[in-house]
């Protein structure tokens, strides 16, 4: 079913990009198209948007069309994992502010060890500390590039 | 003389030690890069781009492009060695150099393919140095029909060979121009799709959006699986990296096969290597008195398409440094880099920045020679990067991201949007949706408006300029008909046979 996946997943992102270029187009409309001038703000995005619109339709009836076909299921443990990680990674950078950046890296690293790759707690500790205290040392200290800092103050 | 005088000049910024420095760090970071099984060029040079702002731009121009072609020397370690290809355009590369090194030589294929990557990327950047300046001079007769005409070519060539489906490959291309259009409208002072955020009126940054979508995205791939691949011996001593008289023998035509392919497909926008080192191989294959042999271990099965993969990097740096077009997603960000450092590649860039252009010539020669060195005996050396934990790695990768981003405007904003970009590249790859045709409507996008809107004003709002004009008239109509090719029968079967192998 990666075919049936990958179809629904067409009909789907086209729906998305139809909603997108109907947007594009709505606000193109709102801005000046062609001026004394030349060319508006509302020109290039309208064609654009236009154009937009018209592949995504094409994307969805073409995916109608073939509905019927048949493949194997999609892999949502590996899926799963993906987005596990893209969710600890955005809860990462929420805490940037309360806790900074050094407390949140070790955070996020010590999760994807310990929880993504089932690794001994000790051994996700020591990367975790290790990764956030070198981040700190060469980015913060030796190259002067600054770090978001939380109470802590790093 | 003016070639040589320019080379001159170009080696004497070369060889400056802070250049030196940052070609010699840039080739190790790209023999590393290429060796690490997901994780790419375009993927590393967006993550350490924020980084080089503060670098004089001719040292972060040579350690970028250190990188890009670096990586390709590195990339075919793992092809020999693990049947895994550090990067696509060394999948050809697994046919016979793993087969090579399951019959005991994988010194011989290791050595070659590095032999094969200095004499073809050696002849790369000789093309680029004679064949760029005269593109250069032509150019200058170009005016905004031509350069628009001349991007939605180079955006239709991407398009054609960026994915299986057109359809999906051109929406991404247009993603890619909306993006470009957000912030403030240089013409007209009016802002558009800011959704009410202040942040968004000076428009979205090139390094958020590439970070995202490679760097991110690639992480996000790479978590979904676990898998362990067995890592077979490397031969110790350089002795046993050298291939013999007849292996060299019997590479000739390999050597200059890979060079002339890789460098035309590389020139191609939209070509990339991936696409030059299955061309070479195939024609090596259809030449060769053994062709039946190949795939069962073959020395000339990876000397070609690892030429053609190195010599490509002087091909791709043509349209971009004389003309300002991009080819793939990795000059796009090669493109956004310069144009961050302040300047504008394109006719003018050699004669205003000759110290830039041929400085970067120049490294590239050294650079070749570096590689040459690091790949044939320290091989065994860098193979022991493959023992890197991915638990450990990838959180660095992520780490390095943020820390890149977060220094370019150091906004929370940013790294807000980078967590979309990042989710969207993870998507668009689940949904097979190419990502280079939207990070090139972004390079372009902004001087694709510019070059419209200008032709406009110049024919009072008539079309009609665009196809008034010969070259424009030519370049929009191949651009059509590159479009059009999936509608031919024949065509579409050798576009998805090249995608397929790629």
Same mark, same amino acid.
């Given at each position: 079913?990666?075919?049936?996946?990958?179809?629904?997943?067409?009909?789907?992102?086209?729906?998305?990009?139809?909603?997108?270029?109907?947007?594009?187009?709505?606000?193109a409309r709102q801005w000046e198209y062609l001026g004394p001038e030349g060319?508006?703000?509302?020109?290039?995005?309208?064609?654009?948007?236009?154009?937009?619109?018209?592949?995504?339709?094409?994307?969805?009836?073409?995916?109608?069309?073939?509905?019927?076909?048949?493949?194997?299921?999609?892999?949502?443990?590996?899926?799963?994992?993906?987005?596990?990680?893209?969710?600890?990674?955005?809860?990462?950078?929420?805490?940037?502010?309360?806790?900074?950046?050094?407390?949140?890296?070790?955070?996020?690293?010590?999760?994807?060890?310990?929880?993504?790759?089932?690794?001994?707690?000790?051994?996700?500790?020591?990367?975790?500390?290790?990764?956030?205290?070198?981040?700190?040392?060469?980015?913060?200290?030796?190259?002067?590039?600054?770090?978001?800092?939380?109470?802590?103050?790093? | 003389?003016?070639?040589?005088?320019?080379?001159?000049?170009?080696?004497?910024?070369?060889?400056?030690?802070?250049?030196?420095?940052?070609?010699f760090v840039g080739v190790l970071l790209g023999t590393v890069v290429g060796?690490?099984?997901?994780?790419?060029?375009?993927?590393?040079?967006?993550?350490?781009?924020?980084?080089?702002?503060?670098?004089?731009?001719?040292?972060?121009?040579?350690?970028?492009?250190?990188?890009?072609?670096?990586?390709?020397?590195?990339?075919?370690?793992?092809?020999?060695?693990?049947?895994?290809?550090?990067?696509?355009?060394?999948?050809?590369?697994?046919?016979?150099?793993?087969?090579?090194?399951?019959?005991?030589?994988?010194?011989?294929?290791?050595?070659?393919?590095?032999?094969?990557?200095?004499?073809?990327?050696?002849?790369?950047?000789?093309?680029?140095?004679?064949?760029?300046?005269?593109?250069?001079?032509?150019?200058?007769?170009?005016?905004?029909?031509?350069?628009?005409?001349?991007?939605?070519?180079?955006?239709?060539?991407?398009? &054609?060979?960026?994915?299986?489906?057109?359809?999906?490959?051109?929406?991404?291309?247009?993603?890619?121009?909306?993006?470009?259009?957000?912030?403030?409208?240089?013409?007209?002072?009016?802002?558009?799709?800011?959704?009410?955020?202040?942040?968004?009126?000076?428009?979205?940054?090139?390094?958020?959006?590439?970070?995202?979508?490679?760097?991110?995205?690639?992480?996000?791939?790479?978590?979904?699986?676990?898998?362990?691949?067995?890592?077979?011996?490397?031969?110790?001593?350089?002795?046993?990296?050298?291939?013999?008289?007849?292996?060299?023998?019997?590479?000739?035509?390999?050597?200059?096969?890979?060079?002339?392919?890789?460098?035309?497909?590389?020139?191609?926008?939209?070509?990339?290597?991936?696409?030059?080192?299955?061309?070479?191989?195939?024609?090596?294959?259809?030449?060769?008195?053994?062709?039946?042999?190949?795939?069962?271990?073959?020395?000339?099965?990876?000397?070609?398409?690892?030429?053609?993969?190195?010599?490509?990097?002087?091909?791709? &740096?043509?349209?971009?440094?004389?003309?300002?077009?991009?080819?793939?997603?990795?000059?796009?960000?090669?493109?956004?880099?310069?144009?961050?450092?302040?300047?504008?590649?394109?006719?003018?860039?050699?004669?205003?920045?000759?110290?830039?252009?041929?400085?970067?010539?120049?490294?590239?020669?050294?650079?070749?020679?570096?590689?040459?060195?690091?790949?044939?005996?320290?091989?065994?050396?860098?193979?022991?990067?493959?023992?890197?934990?991915?638990?450990?790695?990838?959180?660095?990768?992520?780490?390095?991201?943020?820390?890149?981003?977060?220094?370019?405007?150091?906004?929370?904003?940013?790294?807000?949007?980078?967590?979309?970009?990042?989710?969207?590249?993870?998507?668009?790859?689940?949904?097979?949706?190419?990502?280079?045709?939207?990070?090139?409507?972004?390079?372009?996008?902004?001087?694709?408006?510019?070059?419209?809107?200008?032709?406009?004003?110049?024919?009072?709002?008539?079309?009609?300029?665009?196809?008034?004009?010969?070259?424009?008239?030519?370049?929009?109509?191949?651009?059509?008909?590159?479009?059009?090719?999936?509608?031919?029968?024949?065509?579409?079967?050798?576009?998805?046979?090249?995608?397929?192998?790629?």
């Amino acid at each position: 079913m990666e075919d049936r996946t990958r179809n629904s997943g067409d009909l789907w992102s086209g729906v998305a990009l139809a909603a997108l270029g109907a947007y594009i187009v709505i606000q193109a409309r709102q801005w000046e198209y062609l001026g004394p001038e030349g060319p508006g703000p509302g020109f290039f995005p309208l064609w654009y948007g236009v154009a937009m619109l018209g592949l995504s339709a094409l994307l969805i009836f073409s995916n109608l069309r073939r509905r019927s076909d048949r493949g194997n299921a999609i892999e949502w443990i590996r899926v799963g994992r993906a987005l596990s990680t893209w969710f600890a990674l955005a809860a990462s950078v929420a805490l940037f502010k309360p806790l900074g950046f050094v407390v949140s890296f070790a955070l996020l690293t010590y999760f994807i060890v310990a929880v993504m790759y089932r690794r001994p707690l000790k051994i996700a500790a020591l990367t975790a500390v290790a990764s956030a205290a070198g981040f700190y040392l060469v980015f913060d200290r030796a190259l002067g590039v600054p770090l978001p800092a939380g109470f802590l103050g790093f | 003389m003016e070639i040589i005088a320019g080379l001159l000049n170009g080696f004497a910024v070369a060889l400056e030690p802070a250049n030196l420095f940052w070609c010699f760090v840039g080739v190790l970071l790209g023999t590393v890069v290429g060796i690490l099984p997901g994780l790419g060029p375009p993927a590393t040079i967006a993550m350490l781009l924020p980084l080089t702002f503060n670098m004089n731009p001719a040292g972060a121009i040579i350690m970028l492009a250190g990188i890009y072609y670096g990586a390709k020397y590195g990339g075919s370690t793992t092809s020999i060695l693990m049947n895994v290809p550090g990067e696509s355009a060394s999948v050809v590369t697994c046919l016979d150099g793993y087969q090579m090194a399951r019959k005991g030589r994988a010194g011989a294929a290791l050595g070659i393919a590095a032999i094969a990557s200095f004499v073809a990327g050696t002849v790369g950047v000789l093309g680029l140095m004679l064949v760029a300046p005269p593109i250069a001079k032509f150019a200058l007769s170009f005016s905004s029909p031509e350069y628009f005409a001349l991007m939605s070519l180079g955006l239709a060539l991407v398009v &054609l060979l960026a994915g299986r489906s057109i359809v999906k490959a051109l929406l991404a291309a247009l993603v890619g121009l909306w993006i470009a259009s957000v912030g403030t409208d240089l013409f007209s002072g009016t802002s558009r799709f800011t959704f009410g955020h202040m942040e968004l009126l000076s428009g979205i940054d090139f390094v958020v959006v590439a970070i995202g979508v490679f760097a991110l995205a690639e992480v996000l791939a790479n978590m979904e699986a676990r898998e362990e691949t067995q890592l077979l011996p490397v031969p110790k001593g350089l002795k046993n990296l050298l291939p013999t008289m007849q292996d060299l023998k019997d590479c000739r035509f390999a050597f200059l096969n890979g060079s002339v392919i890789g460098f035309l497909v590389g020139a191609l926008p939209g070509g990339g290597s991936t696409i030059a080192s299955f061309l070479s191989y195939g024609l090596e294959k259809a030449v060769s008195p053994r062709r039946e042999q190949f795939g069962t271990g073959v020395i000339e099965g990876v000397a070609a398409p690892e030429g053609a993969n190195n010599s490509e990097t002087g091909g791709a &740096l043509v349209p971009l440094l004389t003309l300002g077009i991009p080819g793939s997603g990795t000059t796009a960000i090669l493109l956004a880099a310069l144009v961050l450092w302040g300047f504008k590649p394109g006719p003018l860039f050699i004669p205003e920045h000759p110290a830039l252009f041929w400085g970067l010539v120049a490294s590239m020669y050294i650079g070749n020679v570096m590689l040459l060195i690091l790949n044939l005996p320290l091989v065994p050396l860098f193979a022991q990067v493959l023992r890197t934990p991915v638990y450990a790695l990838y959180p660095l990768i992520l780490g390095v991201s943020m820390v890149g981003v977060y220094s370019v405007s150091g906004s929370m904003f940013d790294l807000a949007l980078l967590m979309v970009f990042g989710l969207l590249g993870y998507l668009m790859r689940k949904l097979d949706y190419p990502a280079a045709p939207l990070i090139l409507g972004l390079a372009l996008g902004a001087g694709m408006e510019r070059a419209l809107r200008q032709s406009l004003m110049m024919s009072e709002g008539s079309l009609a300029i665009l196809v008034s004009r010969p070259i424009s008239a030519v370049m929009l109509s191949l651009a059509v008909l590159v479009l059009l090719i999936p509608m031919f029968g024949k065509l579409n079967a050798w576009r998805l046979r090249a995608l397929e192998q790629g």
